[in-house]
């Protein structure tokens, strides 16, 4: 039998409000635990929650950039269920009236698009954490996060392998920091995938039994995880067993997925209106406003870098990868006009300073002026390339200008002809049984000459210049 998975998957993106959803809380990350949190977090008596307006804001962005149906009309629900982390024994979510109704997203695996439609996306609350003592029986419940709010965003079983899974993740999460919604932090829980996999005979219409799989947080780990629980669904059904509705964890460690618990259905939530919070009426035109706040988005501005810049599409792939480094490219192209060129040096050396340094395109010591007034100086025959490269990384540890520590290492170089013509005629007296072979027709002696000359001058010459004056010297 040959099968084939059917996937959904389910994002709750943390939105980057300064509080939490229905209290002043701050929401920063890695502060000492249990130190944000109030009597709205808790659910104590006598508390009231009150919706922050901020976070409905990046929803109805969120929805407007997926191309979803926005109800204006909406409400909050509780989501009613059990477990250390959840103070008040429910989650404040969207149940029946959610923010954003359907709507779509294009993908593109393997050079295909495809759209993967987007079913709904509604705002709640994040639970707590649990911290487990690790060789100890005792477990901490830190708080901080509860009431952070979230926006989970579901597609429909849209999805056919774990490459489209994961076009999609990097993808979604790509507009949601575009958006600045989102910081897409997944190693931090900022951007948390569950995705839901089943599979079926190839052909069959209807859909097998699923699984959720948790515990993901890295676009790595989805894709191994959702490839191993293929694996395992097919070889359960090719041997005559059933595959259980359950959700499931992923374990990094051996490469496995484990049984977390019985999946639950909404009927298991008890799902009811929250009686602390009032309905939610979107104002169309508000709407309209917010709509004018979208930015040009990845899928948009890839194309305009292919079209306007004439990058390869491999090349716009990676400038606008992230905002930031999309928006240092073009700052920098501003003041030097050779796209190309930039590109070369953003995707090249920029990008792995970055990798080494730690540091965003938005934070790097070697802004877009700095790189610009390099390149001059390489485009004016002022400094090498080969010197400009080796100069790029020891720009992130000084204030000096790329002019100041060209001269402070010596390396301006050498495009005075009466200069060159001198050390040209000395090279050519001490090697003239190659210039002679030059002249005899055997051109691939020119490289030779060229090398001795870039020696002689210890590598200040400017090589086109050496190459144009070698040639009108051995003409004569």
């Known amino acids: 039998m040959v099968y084939e998975p059917v996937i959904g998957v389910e994002v709750h993106a943390q939105l980057q409000t300064q509080t939490k959803l229905f209290c002043s809380c701050p929401t920063s990350f890695g502060l000492p635990p249990n130190t944000q949190a109030c009597p709205v977090c808790l659910g104590l008596p006598g508390s009231l929650p009150v919706l922050n307006q901020r976070a409905v804001e990046m929803a109805v962005r969120t929805g407007l950039a997926l191309h979803c149906e926005l109800n204006l009309a909406n409400q909050f629900s509780r989501k009613n269920y059990f477990y250390p982390d959840l103070p008040k024994g429910y989650q404040v979510s969207q149940y029946d009236l959610p923010i954003c109704g359907p709507g779509w997203l294009e993908i593109s695996v393997n050079g295909k698009s495809k759209r993967v439609r987007i079913m709904r996306a509604h705002l709640e609350e994040d639970a707590g954490k649990n911290v487990h003592d690790e060789g100890s029986e005792d477990s901490h419940v830190d708080l901080n996060r509860a009431g952070t709010p979230l926006l989970e965003i579901v597609t429909e079983p849209d999805l056919y392998s774990s490459d489209e899974v994961d076009a999609y993740l990097k993808t979604l999460r790509d507009l949601l920091v575009y958006l600045d919604v989102c910081d897409g932090n997944m190693e931090q829980g900022s951007f948390r995938c569950e995705p839901n996999v089943s599979i079926r005979p190839k052909g069959q219409e209807s859909l097998g039994t699923k699984v959720e799989l948790k515990n993901i947080n890295s676009f790595r780990y989805a894709k191994d995880a959702l490839d191993y629980e293929i694996s395992r669904q097919a070889e359960l059904l090719g041997e005559g067993g059933t595959v259980q509705q359950e959700t499931r964890l992923w374990n990094v460690q051996n490469g496995q997925t484990a049984v977390m618990r019985s999946k639950e259905g909404a009927h298991d939530y008890r ?206």
Not at 289 to 304: A, C, K, N, Y
Not at 348 to 358: C, K, Q
Not at 463 to 474: A, D, I, M, Y
């Open 271 to 476: 799902y009811f209106p929250d009686p602390d919070l009032l309905p939610v009426t979107i104002d169309s035109e508000w709407i309209e406003e917010l709509r004018g706040t979208i930015p040009e988005l990845p899928s948009v501005r890839r194309q305009r870098f292919t079209q306007d810049y004439q990058l390869s599409e491999y090349d716009s792939a990676i400038l606008t990868d992230s905002k930031g480094l999309a928006d240092y490219f073009e700052s920098c192209v501003k003041l030097f006009s050779h796209p190309k060129t930039v590109s070369n040096w953003v995707t090249g050396e920029l990008i792995r300073e970055l990798h080494v340094s730690g540091t965003s395109p938005e934070d790097s010591p070697v802004g877009p002026e700095r790189l610009a007034e390099l390149l001059q100086l390489v485009d004016s025959g002022r400094v090498s390339l080969k010197a400009a490269r080796d100069l790029f990384p020891e720009l992130y540890s000084t204030d000096l200008t790329p002019e100041q520590l060209v001269k402070e290492k010596g390396l301006v170089q050498v495009s005075d002809e009466g200069q060159l013509t001198i050390i040209i005629e000395e090279v050519l007296a001490a090697h003239s049984a190659q210039a002679e072979q030059y002249r005899g027709g055997k051109e691939a002696v020119l490289g030779f000459l060229v090398g001795q000359v870039m020696k002689a001058s210890k590598g200040k010459a400017n090589p086109g210049k050496v190459n144009e004056l070698l040639k009108q010297s051995l003409a004569t």
